[in-house]
């Protein structure tokens, strides 16, 4: 195993979209052309299926240097209600595109942290949007939690508007771990908030936990898994860390890279730790994520409709996904745009009543077919071409880059099929990179991505 590490241990992107970001034809995107795919895929699909939004929270209390999201830090909550107010002005910008009422079947509340927020002012953001729109008869409300902040009212003002899943952050509990990542946080904290999303009523409670954090070993690692399943949260997100401080700037500079584990060891640590899971009776979901068998993210990977999107792992799908909010990244199904990744921007775009977006990207026929077989690597671990709309010219060439992956027993190829063997889970980056056109075309002359492994 450890020479395959050697040989597939190179940056590559985690696709939650292809193209991926780096990839975007930001030069031939227009944000007119982007709408009219936005009304186009609204059109065909809102009577059946509905929407979903994503609502970005940017603000955080203090910095947590293993962290790449998009952020503020400030212990000033007067930013609150200003940011709200222009969150349900974009919002109404959308409303107006659209055209008629739409029918939400998604929310998710990411961050920063959206608990920062209080109850209050999160009640007016969700009761302005539900007033403009019908909710799906079982909607997948969903909103991310810091243990240190999220207060008892939180979950049950959130609960009251409909929410029934949860995601907390614990990343690790080794005080060493923590303190490197600036992510003080006791387990009683973590324990505190799962026992209260538990006796409210919240049907899927998610952990977040990462591996590869500087100083991480196997014997904290396990202790920290050990931990986590005696609170047996519905579902694990157990993530490798992403370790891009040139992307992202000072925030991940916090420690030495040579405080990382090592490739061998980071390969230990997951392997280790997806075992450990496995044997306390959780499954596998595509990469980075878990649940027991009775959580719909299972019951929708049997079901073949597991999504993969900005939000990760979804256990539906909708074909139009509404960014709004600082740095949100809307997707038309045909088309990607993003949302100004400077708070002040973002506010000066829409005083002058324009929507925020910056760059994006809109699909071709051929991203389009890529993408579709991405996805389905992604969620499935598997992908078909025997019908002509899943087939694409360079298909060939895709499956003789792969004739060596294939060797090494990390997939298995038919005559019109592709399927991730379980030795390959953790390789799935790389075998979607072959499917890459974009990225292959134009191989990037610096690092912009993170380890794969």
Same mark, same amino acid.
């Given at each position: ?31 007119? @052309?982007?709408?009219?795919? =936005? ?8 009577? &059946?299926? /509905? ?26 909550? &007067? ?111 973590? @324990? ?47 993530? &490798? ?10 925030? @991940? ?15 230990? =640590? ?9 044997? =306390?009776?959780?499954?596998?979901? /595509? ?35 509404? /960014? ?53 690597? !992604? ?10 709309? @899943? ?13 060596? !992956? ?17 030795? /390959? ?7 979607? !990179? ?20």
């Amino acid at each position: 195993m450890n020479s395959l590490i050697h040989k597939y241990n190179i940056p590559g992107p985690r696709y939650t979209s292809y193209p991926t970001v780096p990839y975007w034809d930001e030069a031939q995107f227009s944000q007119t @052309q982007y709408l009219q795919t =936005l009304k186009r895929s609204f059109d065909e699909s809102n009577d &059946s299926e /509905g929407i979903s939004l994503y609502i970005h929270l940017p603000f955080c209390e203090s910095l947590c240097t293993f962290c790449a999201c998009h952020k503020r830090i400030t212990k000033k909550h &007067s930013v609150e209600e200003p940011y709200i107010q222009a969150v349900l002005k974009e919002w109404q910008m959308y409303l107006d595109v659209f055209g008629r009422r739409p029918l939400i079947k998604e929310i998710h509340l990411g961050g920063g942290t959206p608990t920062f927020f209080s109850e209050a002012n999160l009640k007016h953001l969700l009761e302005t949007i539900f007033a403009s729109a019908d909710l799906a008869e079982e909607p997948e409300l969903s909103f991310e939690g810091h243990p240190n902040n999220t207060r008892r009212t939180h979950i049950q003002t959130l609960y009251d508007l409909g929410f029934r899943r949860v995601s907390f952050g614990v990343q690790d509990y080794d005080p060493v771990v923590q303190k490197a990542i600036h992510r003080i946080q006791p387990y009683e904290n973590v @324990q505190s908030v799962t026992d209260a999303a538990r006796e409210i009523g919240y049907e899927s409670i998610s952990h977040d936990l990462i591996f590869g954090l500087p100083f991480q070993t196997w014997q904290s690692m396990e202790q920290t898994i050990r931990r986590t399943i005696r609170q047996k949260p519905d579902r694990l997100a157990f993530y &490798s860390y992403a370790h891009v401080p040139w992307i992202k700037g000072s925030g @991940q500079r916090g420690y030495d890279e040579n405080d990382l584990p090592s490739g061998e060891v980071k390969r230990a =640590l997951y392997e280790n730790g997806k075992a450990l899971l496995e044997e =306390l009776g959780y499954v596998e979901i /595509g990469m980075d994520h878990f649940s027991l068998p009775s959580d719909k993210l299972y019951q929708s990977m049997l079901n073949k409709k597991i999504h993969r999107n900005f939000m990760g792992y979804t256990s539906s799908s909708t074909q139009v996904m509404v /960014g709004l909010g600082v740095s949100a990244i809307g997707d038309s199904w045909y088309g990607f745009a993003q949302n100004e990744k400077v708070l002040e921007d973002y506010y000066a775009r829409l005083e002058a009543n324009e929507l925020p977006i910056f760059r994006g990207h809109i699909l071709n026929e051929e991203d389009l077919i890529v993408r579709r077989h991405i996805l389905n690597l !992604m969620c499935l671990l598997e992908t078909h071409w025997d019908k002509p709309e @899943q087939q694409f010219k360079e298909l060939p060439e895709v499956l003789e880059r792969l004739a060596e !992956m294939q060797s090494d027993g990390l997939i298995e190829i038919g005559p019109d099929y592709l399927k991730i063997t379980d030795a /390959g889970r953790l390789f799935a980056r790389n075998i979607c !990179m072959a499917f890459d056109l974009r990225m292959l075309r134009n191989q990037p002359e610096t690092r912009i991505f993170s380890m794969t492994i």
